[in-house]
């Protein structure tokens, strides 16, 4: 179960383990061809995978993963084949990370005050760059032994709810998939089996994506189960959406989230790269 592209990837620009040229290196062995380096809400780490990418003969899809809200839901974009530099998009950026940074030190302080001092400092140690998020506030917890793993911390102290937890500000998704449209970016709804919405509410999501400019949905994806790609493939079908593949690969050691492990899309869906082809070579020509 290997798939040639990998459409969702993280590095140490954001809250992976990799340094993007590690990232791409580590793809081309497990035979990605053709890979998205898609940081939350950072485009840091492109020039450095453009490089590696280079150096590999991977292709690299420009990329970036924006957390925004519909309707009181946290909602994931990854935007692709993005031009980085665009001023709208980074502007965009710039604004999350700023609110990003304050919901850090908010968490930092939850968590002083229940009784764990020096979780911001030791996140921001981890985080080692400007976006600091609660997979490194994970890490710290776990080092500092508070948590078995990642996932026990989060249950502990990061999950809404916990002592540890600050709600989020993010941009709204309509405005989100709008910096990514002015980046020249095609907008994809990440991982919707994620979001615990009903069949109907996940519809209605996936309309309002899709009226926004929204292009295409993650229908393989690390963190789906069989069941929640078949969901995800109604949605694409339903909603006219392209469908996109994406490991949203983290960290080396976790056997069902690999760089390119990933099954084929179901044979009748669009898939993303297809969708965009015509306006790729419009711009060759
Ligand atoms: P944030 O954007 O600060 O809310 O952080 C969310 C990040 O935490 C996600 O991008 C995941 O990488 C990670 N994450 C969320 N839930 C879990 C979990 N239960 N176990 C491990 N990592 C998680
Ligand atoms: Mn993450
Ligand atoms: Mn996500
Ligand atoms: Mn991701």
Do not use: K
């Not at 976006?131 to 776990?142: D, E, Q, T």
């Amino acid at each position: 179960m290997s798939s040639p592209w990998d459409l969702h990837s993280h590095s140490t620009a954001s809250d992976g383990t990799l340094t993007p040229a590690a990232l791409v290196r580590r793809a081309a062995e497990h035979g990605v061809r053709v890979l998205a380096l898609t940081d939350h809400d950072t485009t840091d780490g492109l020039p450095e995978a453009a490089e590696a990418a280079v150096a590999t003969g991977v292709e690299l899809v420009p990329g970036v993963e924006l957390s925004t809200v519909w309707e009181g839901v946290e909602v994931h974009v990854v935007g692709l084949w993005i031009e980085p530099d665009h001023p709208a998009l980074q502007e965009g950026l710039a604004a999350q990370r700023e609110r990003r940074g304050a919901r850090a030190r908010a968490m930092g302080e939850r968590l002083a005050r229940a009784g764990i001092p020096g979780a911001y400092e030791g996140a921001r140690a981890l985080a080692g760059g400007e976006v600091v998020n609660r997979s490194h506030f994970a890490r710290y917890l776990v080092a500092a032994g508070r948590g078995r793993d990642l996932g026990d911390a989060f249950d502990r102290y990061l999950r809404q709810g916990r002592p540890g937890y600050a709600p989020p500000e993010w941009v709204d998704l309509a405005e989100g998939v709008g910096w990514i449209r002015a980046a020249g970016g095609t907008a994809v709804l990440a991982h919707p089996g994620r979001y615990r919405l009903s069949a109907g509410r996940l519809r209605r999501l996936a309309a309002a994506f899709r009226e926004a400019g929204g292009a295409a949905v993650e229908v393989v994806c690390g963190s789906h189960t069989p069941a929640q790609v078949q969901a995800a493939a109604g949605l694409a079908r339903r909603h006219g959406l392209a469908a996109s593949v994406g490991s949203d690969f983290h960290a080396p050691g976790n056997p069902w989230r690999e760089l390119g492990r990933l099954a084929p899309l179901p044979a009748d869906l669009t898939p993303v790269w297809a969708a965009r082809a015509p306006r790729a070579r419009e711009g060759v020509a």
